[in-house]
């Protein structure tokens, strides 16, 4: 089911522990069991960076599961990267940078 986060529509949920059949850019954002934010990234490559991502351990130490991935499509690098920091600034994740 579908998710609004900033006013975008993030789809999912997917399992962070697949690949997916045609590789993308995206913002993702992970989501645990009590509806937070745990993490969000920018990538040009969703199946080289979600597999092997460093802030793996953080997201199930926070209740994410393997099943709370959302994931905005866009090639646009620089619209990725500024939608990433708008979406850490308003939701404050609780992995990575802050």
Same mark, same amino acid.
């Given at each position: 089911?579908?998710?609004q =986060?900033?006013?975008y529509? @993030?789809?999912?949920?997917?399992? *962070?522990?697949r690949? @997916?059949?045609n !590789? @993308?850019?995206c913002? #993702?954002?992970? =989501?645990?069991?009590l509806?937070?934010?745990? !993490?969000?990234?920018?990538?040009?490559?969703?199946?080289?960076?979600?597999?092997? *991502?460093? /802030?793996?351990?953080?997201? #199930?130490?926070?209740?994410?599961? !393997?099943?709370?991935?959302?994931? #905005? =499509?866009?090639? !646009?690098?620089? @619209? /990725?990267i500024?939608?990433?920091?708008?979406i850490?600034?308003? #939701?404050?994740?609780?992995?990575?940078e /802050?």
């Amino acid at each position: 089911m579908p998710i609004q =986060i900033q006013g975008y529509t @993030f789809t999912g949920p997917y399992y *962070h522990t697949r690949r @997916f059949q045609n !590789d @993308f850019g995206c913002v #993702y954002v992970l =989501i645990n069991n009590l509806n937070q934010v745990v !993490d969000v990234g920018e990538t040009g490559s969703i199946n080289s960076r979600i597999i092997n *991502h460093e /802030r793996k351990t953080c997201w #199930y130490q926070h209740g994410c599961g !393997d099943s709370g991935l959302y994931v #905005y =499509i866009t090639q !646009d690098a620089n @619209f /990725r990267i500024l939608l990433e920091r708008l979406i850490r600034t308003k #939701y404050t994740p609780l992995c990575g940078e /802050r």
